[in-house]
């Protein structure tokens, strides 16, 4: 086979993944009001586990992330939560254990999930909320009034 026709393939298969990622892969920044009315539960809480459940979702697998809940701003939540998400998928929030979270959490087919992929996973890093994914919002601001807007918002509906 012709070196150049291999070497044309593959560079067409590796840019054809990449445009269907990075299409599939956009996370929309939705303002706080819609972020809160999309989610069942927003909690601040801590990630205490993280494993594979052995399941998959389309093909990829999902793991559950147990977080012990520190303060409820929306609903009505146990102290422990376990959530699910694709590891494998780009637009998801990672996890570490230990994290200190603000978690906008709906649930489907029973499941807790991440509300907009990693959009809704801020995190809590001293007095500051880090890698806001909200549009109006700040990238990083006092987590004091992020939580009170967010309890207004919670409020609200």
């Not at 102290?79 to 978690?103: M, N």
């Amino acid at each position: 086979m012709n070196t150049r026709k291999v070497t044309a393939a593959v560079v067409a298969i590796v840019l054809g993944c990449v445009s269907a990622l990075s299409g599939d892969a956009k996370v929309t920044k939705l303002s706080l009001q819609e972020m809160v009315a999309r989610s069942e539960l927003i909690v601040v809480a801590r990630v205490s586990e993280i494993r594979d459940t052995g399941e998959s979702r389309m093909g990829n697998p999902v793991a559950m992330i147990r977080i012990s809940v520190e303060t409820t701003l929306k609903g009505r939540a146990h102290r422990s939560l376990d959530i699910y998400e694709i590891p494998t998928a780009i637009e998801t929030a990672q996890f570490t254990i230990y994290d200190k979270c603000v978690f906008f959490l709906a649930r489907h087919e029973s499941q807790l999930w991440v509300v907009q992929g990693f959009a809704g996973k801020v995190n809590i890093v001293g007095d500051n909320a880090k890698d806001i994914y909200i549009a109006g919002e700040e990238e990083t601001q006092p987590v004091q009034s992020f939580l009170a807007r967010i309890a207004v918002a919670a409020t609200g509906q």
